[in-house]
């Protein structure tokens, strides 16, 4: 027969597994109140068997239903569940399960080189190239995410930026004894749709960011 101690300490446990769990669900969590037009054309895309369906009288009623909706969901889970969430930013145990809401218009693609002396730039990475320098680590789940951060430009992420390049400089420093110089970038990246995407035979590529030099010999 468990003790009470042991009773006690099951139903604890099962109470915080199970407010982690409706805390988690994936419901809107932000109420739209500026509507961008890649929010719209996501709710279009989503909705468009209700509009073939005669459910939605028209794409404008389609993207307000589910604006208000929307809308609804945050403010009845924010009243709902606000015990909940005081109760986690004590503990530290937020988790939730919401990926990506939708696909945005544009991404950033790292290109890292390194040169010796006045040469030419040499590619050490490129994601879909052959570029392959580091990628078991640059490619890895965690750091993608790392990465991910800066492909778009936000001027307060600029110093984090610099020390992720300078980090790996150093690694380009060692692996690469002759080169004197490492630079790091962003390609923008159109992200089409997939007609597009095949009609131009690939994504479409546009201007650089972020590009930062580093002399390598300061770091050897």
């Known amino acids: 027969?468990?003790?009470?101690?042991?009773?006690?300490?099951?139903?604890?446990?099962?109470?915080?597994?199970?407010?982690?769990t409706i805390s988690s669900v994936p419901l809107p969590k932000k109420a739209i109140t500026d509507l961008k037009p890649r929010h719209r054309q996501a709710i279009v895309s989503w909705g468009t068997p209700l509009l073939a369906l005669g459910l939605a009288r028209s794409e404008d009623d389609l993207v307000a239903d589910a604006v208000r909706l929307n809308n609804a969901i945050v403010s009845t889970r924010s009243e709902a569940l606000s015990p909940l969430f005081r109760w986690q930013k004590r503990t530290g145990t937020q988790q939730s399960w919401r990926m990506f809401g939708d696909v945005p218009a544009y991404g950033g693609r790292l290109q890292l080189h390194a040169r010796t002396g006045d040469g030419p730039w040499l590619p050490l990475f490129e994601d879909h190239s052959d570029a392959d320098w580091m990628a078991d680590l640059l490619t890895q789940g965690r750091l993608r995410g790392v990465r991910s951060a800066y492909s778009t430009k936000v001027r307060k992420r600029r110093q984090q930026y610099r020390r992720l390049v300078t980090w790996?400089?150093?690694?380009?420093?060692t692996d690469f004894p002759q080169a004197t110089e490492f630079r790091a970038r962003y390609q923008k990246v159109a992200i089409g749709k997939p007609s597009a995407v095949r009609?131009?035979?690939?994504?479409?590529?546009?201007?650089?960011?972020?590009?930062a030099v580093v002399d390598l010999e300061t770091l050897r």
């Open 1 to 20: 027969m468990p003790t009470r101690r042991a009773q006690i300490l099951a139903v604890l446990i099962l109470a915080h597994l199970a407010q982690i």
């Open 168 to 173: 790996l400089a150093r690694h380009a420093a």
């Open 199 to 211: 009609a131009q035979g690939g994504l479409k590529l546009g201007g650089h960011y972020w590009e």
